[in-house]
């Protein structure tokens, strides 16, 4: 800024970014009446001449430190109101952060030489992050009411298109904006895709819940047998159409087969639309089948994919448009959040395996 020729005498407000031409040394005067507010302290006395000094001193006294020189006193006021700021967001994630700064504003006392900084920041990042999670909160409040089942088509993509500025790749590489931006896709994930949007597809959103991390861990593989997927399985026309062909193939004059036998890379299963598409990308099923007396067969198998959600990027391409509403908005906009949530480590791939027994297995005839 001070390079520039035609700007040689601007300031500007270390808050809030906006040029200002007030006697101050780091606020303009609104930012500065703002901060008196947020703080908490009282207006300045009239006779006070110079309001941010006042301010900066205010806050020193606080600290129960005195006699600080000007240089360690200002310091310590960015210090103080970035940490403020910290403490009004509501991230977990921040926890590290703030007791840095923390341990930095104890560090500075009359005596200390240099004025420590574990952490270094600007507090205007640090400004424009609050107004990002608070224009988050309101937002998240607005997608928490929405009935994804009812709304229509068009107002559901605007409402999770307003959420694409927490899926900025660029706010990785700073420690303080990767723990908000981190902690603003993790809960969207969780609140609006898991607990909205994919209410009624228990397997996608236990899949996608299980691959959102808590930051520095990493997810478990699943295995999985339950009843709610059985059902998925039995009525998948991919699943019944592969059953059948194999069976039609290797079960031919024999009341028993092991595909392992045969395809020891198992067989590629693609799913055609719903709770099985979304939660299941490039699937392998093995299966052992038994013949029963009645002519059913036991089958007993496993389907095996690594959870990846970067490969969202292929369902859009043999999704039909028929499928359930959400389908175009699951396939392209969430696609590409999750791309980001994956760069951030938000989401992480992990391996799953669905575990099937069905006892008395009826072929099922091609309509
Ligand atoms: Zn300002």
């Not at 780091?26 to 006395?45: A, H, I, Q, T, V």
Request: glycine share 4%; charged share 30%; net charge neutral.
């Amino acid at each position: 800024m001070e390079n520039n020729d035609n700007n040689i005498n601007e300031k500007r407000c270390v808050l809030c970014n906006k040029p200002y031409n007030y006697k101050y040394k780091m606020f303009g005067r609104r930012c500065l009446d703002n901060l008196y507010g947020l703080l908490e302290f009282s207006k300045s006395p009239k006779f006070i001449w110079n309001k941010e000094a006042y301010l900066c001193t205010r806050i020193a006294w606080r600290n129960h430190k005195f006699f600080l020189s000007k240089n360690k006193k200002y310091s310590l006021a960015q210090k103080y109101i970035a940490l403020n700021y910290l403490n009004r967001m509501n991230c977990r994630f921040l926890d590290d952060i703030k007791e840095k700064i923390s341990k930095d504003i104890n560090n500075i006392s009359v005596f200390s030489r240099n004025i420590v900084s574990t952490i270094s920041f600007e507090l205007n990042d640090i400004y424009r992050l609050f107004n990002y999670t608070r224009k988050f909160d309101e937002l998240i409040k607005e997608l928490q009411n929405i009935n994804w089942e009812e709304v229509d088509e068009k107002i559901a993509e605007n409402f999770i298109k307003s959420m694409s500025f927490i899926f900025t790749i660029t706010k990785k590489m700073n420690p303080i904006s990767y723990a908000v931006f981190y902690s603003m896709q993790y809960t969207f994930w969780q609140v609006v895709v898991i607990g909205g949007m994919l209410k009624d597809k228990k397997l996608s959103a236990r899949l996608l819940s299980n691959s959102l991390s808590l930051l520095g861990k990493e997810p478990e593989d699943l295995i999985i047998q339950d009843s709610v997927t059985d059902e998925l399985l039995i009525k998948s026309r991919v699943f019944n159409d592969e059953v059948k062909e194999l069976i039609e193939k290797y079960g031919k004059g024999t009341d028993m087969f092991d595909l392992k036998d045969y395809e020891k890379d198992g067989v590629l299963l693609e799913f055609e639309g719903g709770d099985l598409l979304y939660s299941l990308h490039k699937a392998t099923m093995f299966v052992k089948a038994t013949k029963n007396e009645d002519n059913t067969w036991n089958l007993e198998g496993d389907i095996n994919d690594i959870y990846d959600f970067t490969e969202f990027k292929d369902l859009k391409e043999y999704v039909d448009n028929k499928e359930a509403m959400l389908t175009d908005i699951l396939s392209t906009l969430l696609n590409n959040f999750g791309v980001v949530s994956s760069e951030y480590g938000v989401i992480k791939t992990y391996n799953v395996k669905i575990k099937f027994n069905f006892p008395n297995y009826k072929i099922k005839l091609k309509e």
